[in-house]
């Protein structure tokens, strides 16, 4: 679809995808979702400066292309020192341990794509480590953890995702959707309905105020109720154009049940 855009001239925006499909030297192609490489550099850069100085251990798998990928990201800032742990089975609480100080808080970096092992490896590190508090960084994909929003879990875990949407249920707009999709649907709207609302009326004030070649004018956020989409190009090591991508990557921080983005 990209290189059809191309081709033709017409804007192609992936709003849910973070995953580039090898697209090169297109104006026309943006990704709302930050790419994996984007996301982690973003991880880096926290971890960096709220812990300088700081080992940090890294729990990683190597079962499947995206966790080599996200491995493969993490590892690449040279100013962290890390403690690595390969997790292609479960580690045990001996193994975990090795990795750990266990009289003070931890900073610990999953590249774990998979939602549910992660979740499995998490619970572990609660239970086998329950008077030990760990600062976790994990992939964007982790949003679909539902014990991560349980209340009274992981009560000695922080766990920090990188988000592109942040929603704020007090605002106006929200209430709207809420009010919406309740009436319309009789329950409750998820994050994913939030995003999409804010991305139809952003793209729809763009559309409307500049016409169909509107990528000119991406700065113009005004009409994104929730998130402040910051689109930019993306350009590889030799300075050559790929697309365009929104770099607006926020952190989601969950503990015991309750979330905060910033």
């Not at 996200?70 to 990795?99: M, S």
């Not at 009289?103 to 590190?125: C, H, Q, S, W, Y």
């Not at 480590?129 to 679909?144: Q, S």
């Not at 009436?183 to 999409?196: D, I, L, M, S």
Request: proline fraction near 4%; charge should be positive.
């Amino acid at each position: 679809v990209a290189d059809y855009a191309r081709k033709k001239k017409i804007n192609f925006v992936s709003a849910l995808a973070n995953n580039d499909g090898g697209v090169r030297n297109n104006k026309y192609f943006t990704a709302l979702q930050p790419s994996l490489k984007s996301q982690c550099r973003r991880i880096m850069n926290e971890v960096t400066n709220k812990f300088p100085g700081t080992y940090v251990s890294l729990l990683y798998r190597s079962t499947s292309e995206e966790n080599e990928n996200a491995y493969r990201y993490i590892i690449g800032n040279d100013e962290i020192v890390f403690k690595q742990r390969q997790c292609n089975t479960l580690p045990g609480k001996e193994e975990l341990a090795t990795l750990f100080d266990l009289t003070k808080p931890n900073v610990v970096i999953v590249p774990i794509m998979e939602a549910g092992f992660a979740d499995t490896l998490l619970r572990k590190l609660s239970k086998d480590f329950p008077t030990t508090h760990f600062e976790i960084y994990g992939m964007p994909n982790w949003t679909t953890i539902k014990s991560l929003r349980k209340e009274n879990t992981f009560q000695n875990l922080g766990v920090n995702i990188p988000a592109s949407c942040s929603i704020d249920l007090t605002a106006p707009a929200a209430k709207y959707v809420t009010h919406q999709y309740k009436e319309f649907f009789g329950g409750k709207a998820t994050e994913p309905v939030y995003c999409a609302y804010e991305t139809m009326m952003w793209y729809a004030r763009l559309l409307t105020q500049y016409g169909t070649m509107f990528n000119t004018n991406y700065s113009d956020n005004t009409a994104a109720p929730f998130t402040k989409f910051n689109i930019r190009q993306l350009r590889d090591a030799d300075g050559h154009m790929l697309y365009n991508e929104n770099r607006n990557i926020m952190m989601t921080h969950f503990e015991g049940g309750v979330s905060r983005t910033q």
